[in-house]
């Protein structure tokens, strides 16, 4: 199991690298077997959730499937043998080993390393829940358990750095994590390229139209083509060309449109996103309101889209970067302090639609700011491994 992995990280140590488990530069500590591996922990036994049967319906309804347990795996530590020093492991080192790696309350990621600290392509997140001494007279090894919180292992951060985006970028992220059917939600870093207190400096519109475009017939989703005149302005083509597409929408599906998310007096139509965006709710038959945008893009054609669901848009100010947590669904500076929906520009909870991205296939990512900002999406994708062994 451990022929080209000497080491680990955990905890903010290495086995290898720590200078208090070396003796003259070489690693006090090493990976090990203590007996041998007939088969490796892979995590992955799940079942079914189903409904019920009886004697008159057979089969089960299924309505998807839960991994049973997470993914469990041994690591046993011993002394080096090729330094020649004593193997056996006093009760001081095996004190120090295990408060090093048991004193964590929180889940802390786990990675592998060659013995010239080149790390393994993936890590594990979890912590270690028991440890079980090799005793023949003396304290020859430690085995660790590690218990993971999920059923597999992951990717190291996958960063996208999109910088001083000038109005329009489109992008497509071709993913490939191995949960084919489902998605990650990425942390959203937004930082406007200027500096100043808290004024009000711009907006930006966040769309992953792959996301957006559904065949749910409960959700809203229309492409076309404007066709607008080349030489008039985004402004105009907002106006005059997908303001009246978006109310030919509404009126072949019997709804009533309102050119703004609240409960507000209706005013003149407002753009967003380099005046590519604009911003509606629609009423169907049966009273429900549907918070949606329509876009264009700088095509020959002048495609649009109106969607429901897949976007992102909020208030930009001067000197303050904005973290978006899609996974833990929250907002916050750059020193931690939580942003709440006001300060985005948002009057609704319901106007926040977390962006997730496909985990296997395209994610076309539009991306629409009537100032200068840089954009970072960072997230991490399942692997389906099992624990590590050589390969």
């Not at 995590?43 to 309804?61: I, V």
């Not at 992220?173 to 937004?190: A, C, M, Q, R, S």
Request: hydrophobic share 35%.
């Amino acid at each position: 199991m451990f022929e080209d992995r000497k080491s680990f990280v955990y905890n903010g140590r290495s086995l290898m690298g720590y200078e208090g488990y070396q003796t003259e530069g070489v690693s006090k500590y090493v990976l090990a077997e203590i007996e041998e591996k007939t088969k490796i922990s892979m995590g992955l036994t799940r079942s079914m959730d189903k409904g019920t049967t009886n004697k008159y319906k057979a089969s089960y309804d299924v309505y998807g499937v839960s991994y049973d347990d997470p993914l469990i795996f041994q690591i046993t530590i011993i002394k080096n043998p090729c330094i020649g020093q004593d193997m056996s492991i006093t009760r001081d080192e095996s004190r120090e080993l295990i408060s090093w790696l048991t004193s964590p309350q929180n889940p802390q990621w786990l990675y592998f390393e060659d013995d010239e600290y080149i790390h393994d392509t993936v890590r594990y997140y979890g912590l270690f829940t028991d440890v079980e001494p090799f005793f023949a007279g003396n304290v020859y090894g430690l085995t660790f358990t590690f218990t993971c919180t999920s059923s597999y292992a992951y990717t190291f951060d996958i960063v996208q750095n999109y910088e001083e985006i000038n109005k329009i970028l489109i992008t497509n992220n071709v993913l490939d994590g191995d949960e084919w059917n489902d998605y990650v939600y990425p942390l959203i870093h937004v930082h406007p390229i200027q500096t100043a207190s808290t004024t009000l400096y711009g907006n930006i519109v966040f769309i992953n139209l792959d996301d957006a475009i559904t065949t749910d017939k409960n959700k809203v989703y229309y492409t076309g083509y404007l066709d607008s005149p080349s030489g008039i302005t985004y402004l105009q083509i907002c106006t005059d060309y997908l303001k009246p597409a978006v109310e030919q929408y509404a009126s072949n599906k019997r709804m009533d449109v309102v050119f703004r998310w609240d409960d507000a007096a209706q005013t003149d139509l407002s753009t967003r996103g380099y005046n590519h965006v604009i911003m509606f709710r629609l009423t169907d038959e049966k009273g429900y309101i549907h918070r949606c945008v329509a876009f264009f893009v700088n095509d020959e054609r002048h495609t649009y889209y109106i969607i429901e669901q897949g976007f992102i848009y909020m208030d930009m100010y001067e000197g303050l970067d904005i973290f978006i947590d899609c996974q833990k669904m929250k907002c916050y500076d750059s020193i931690g302090r939580m942003i709440d929906y006001s300060t985005m520009g948002l009057e609704h909870i319901d106007e926040f639609n977390w962006i997730r991205l496909k985990q296997r296939g395209n994610n076309r990512i539009h991306i629409f700011c009537n100032e200068i900002a840089d954009v970072t999406f960072t997230y991490s994708l399942p692997r389906k491994v099992g624990e590590m062994y050589a390969d």
